[in-house]
């Protein structure tokens, strides 16, 4: 017998029959024997509306009010599933976040897990029942208000509460068998693939693998958590998210995926002095305004006038406000420009066999020639290469790489519902 913990998400949830075929699964794992606790996020596109809808009233509404308003998506799916448990005859109980233990720091939109104390979901299951609890969801105990986790903030409620139940497994449910060798919406040969280690999975989260939302993956990873990502609309066992990348046997290491992103942008400012501490002034103004940057590529400076160029990128949302705050400093700092360039890609090859395959980074560059597609940024770690590209470009660069390394199957992949959340 093993505890198990189960999240469904909204695509998994966006109608009664859906709700009610997700209350049948759970039923079945109780049924099997196993202790099961299950975190929902909101039924289909339920925060997608709410948060229209808030736009509608107000266009910058207050962020507590806001968290109240969307944590409400979680309690409906969440009792809803209660009640569908409870009609298969189940003992249940759900649980808000709060309720459920989930303590967060006191940010509102993006609060994050400070710890979890599951006493009342523990002593629901050792009475036997299923627990349901709301995912996206917590309470700050200073200010004592709700708080959310940013978006697919579930998956880190189920992964956190699997961790402080000790559960020994959690399960990711979603509309896709598993995690791909690519997006099947792009590649249609993509593969799914049996096992991950956590370092993988946490490379194709940050490079745009929408699956699993990246904190979650690292929450796993710290506490050691093994996740399983399958689908509510089929009885596929999935991709096992587990182990570290240091203990792959080195036969076993391979190339895993390619991901994609056509949600970050890209600042450029010349003329920046060539001296020490003058990068430094444009990431911490950055940093101070809590915005994001990826990757950074400085030039060799230009000898003539001893100045360099400076690259990065940064999530689209957040472009016009760092494009505010750094043409605030450009007079101050005599930078000459600063450019911004919304429509690009970055395609990423993953897989910890990089380490051991020599060439990799020769046949990614070539595939891309081959693709005609050309490279604006590029920038590697030790399972991964990244390469930034127009974003016209970026489906037919993931699929030239993806024939490259030969990563496809032989039956086309299957995609049950939903936006690909
Ligand atoms: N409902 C929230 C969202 O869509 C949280 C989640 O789905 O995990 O972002
Ligand atoms: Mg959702």
């Not at 808000?96 to 006191?106: F, H, P």
């Not at 609060?111 to 006493?119: D, M, Q």
């Not at 596929?236 to 076993?252: N, Q, S, Y």
């Not at 444009?282 to 940093?287: M, S």
């Amino acid at each position: 017998m093993a505890l198990i913990v189960q999240k469904y998400g909204g695509s998994s949830l966006e109608s009664a029959d859906r709700i009610r075929a997700v209350a049948e699964r759970i039923v079945a794992t109780k049924k099997q024997g196993h202790d099961v606790v299950v975190v929902c996020s909101a039924m289909g596109d339920t925060t997608d509306e709410l948060l229209d809808l808030a736009a509608r009233v107000n266009p910058t509404p207050p962020a507590r009010e806001m968290d109240m308003l969307l944590t409400a998506g979680e309690r409906i799916s969440n009792s809803l599933v209660a009640m569908a448990v409870a009609s298969f005859g189940a003992d249940v109980q759900s649980f808000t976040g709060s309720q459920a233990g989930v303590i967060t720091t006191e940010r509102h939109g993006n609060a994050r897990i400070i710890e979890v104390t599951p006493g009342r979901v523990q002593e629901a299951i050792d009475a036997g029942r299923i627990a349901i609890v709301a995912g996206f969801q917590g309470v700050n105990r200073d200010t004592k208000d709700v708080t959310t986790l940013g978006r697919g903030g579930s998956d880190t409620t189920a992964v956190a509460l699997a961790a402080a139940l000790g559960a020994d497994e959690c399960e990711i449910y979603s509309d896709v068998d598993g995690v791909y060798t690519a997006d099947p919406r792009i590649v249609h040969d993509a593969r799914k693939l049996d096992k991950l280690c956590f370092e993988e999975m946490l490379e194709l989260a940050a490079s745009g693998s929408k699956i699993l939302v990246l904190r979650s993956v690292e929450y796993a990873r710290a506490f050691n958590v093994p996740m399983r990502v399958r689908s509510s609309y089929s009885n596929d066992p999935g991709t096992l998210v587990a182990g570290a990348l240091e203990d792959i046997p080195m036969e076993e290491a391979v190339l895993s995926g390619v991901a994609t992103d056509a949600s970050e942008a890209k600042i450029t400012i010349l003329g920046v002095k060539d001296l020490p501490g003058e990068a430094a002034k444009v990431f911490r103004v950055l940093a101070d305004n809590e915005i994001n940057i990826d990757m950074v590529l400085q030039n060799i400076s230009s000898l003539h006038n001893l100045t360099t160029d400076i690259t990065f990128t940064l999530p689209i949302a957040d472009g016009p406000r760092a494009m505010e705050l750094l043409k605030a400093l450009q007079a101050k700092e005599g930078w000459d420009n600063i450019t911004y360039n919304d429509q690009i890609g970055k395609v990423s090859l993953i897989g910890a066999g990089m380490k051991t395959h020599p060439g990799v980074t020769a046949d990614f560059t070539e595939a891309l020639r081959d693709a005609g597609v050309n490279i604006d940024m590029i920038t590697t770690s030790e399972i991964r290469i990244t390469a930034v590209v127009r974003e016209i470009d970026l489906e037919e660069a993931t699929r030239a790489i993806h024939d490259k390394f030969e990563l496809g199957g032989d039956e086309p992949a299957i995609v049950y519902a939903g936006t690909g959340r």
